[in-house]
Nanobody, 117 residues
């Protein structure tokens, strides 16, 4: 079955950086649209960034210029490089795989990112 396993979360000071990874298995990774979402306490889950099979990217306005999504199809992995982190970036970050043709979504278990001094 499809599995998405996130890693790389943790505690970082404001202005710092983290890189999240999401390793996928049980799927043909290269044909999936991949994305990162986040959910802060008391808030709805929101889109952070997406990347198409062809490598086109899309970002939430709140992270443009600070976050970079990328994928390595040879490693079945999608990354989220997060720079200049702010306290408002604190959330659980979830990896998403979207099979567009059948509108099927898969989710990882999430990884906690805390930005605090």
């Amino acid at each position: 079955q499809v599995q998405l396993v996130e890693s790389g979360g943790g505690l970082v000071q404001p202005g710092g950086s983290l890189r999240l990874s999401c390793a996928a298995s049980g799927m043909i990774f290269s044909i999936y649209h991949m994305g990162w979402y986040r959910q802060a306490p008391g808030k709805l889950r929101e889109l952070v960034a997406t990347i198409t099979p062809g490598g086109s990217t899309n970002y939430a306005d709140s992270v443009k210029g600070r976050f970079t999504i990328s994928r390595d199809n040879a490693k079945n992995t999608v990354y989220l490089q997060m720079n200049t982190l702010k306290p408002e970036d604190t959330a659980v970050y979830y990896c998403n795989a979207h099979f567009l043709i059948k509108n099927i979504h898969y989710w990882g278990q999430g990884t906690q990112v805390t930005v605090s001094s």
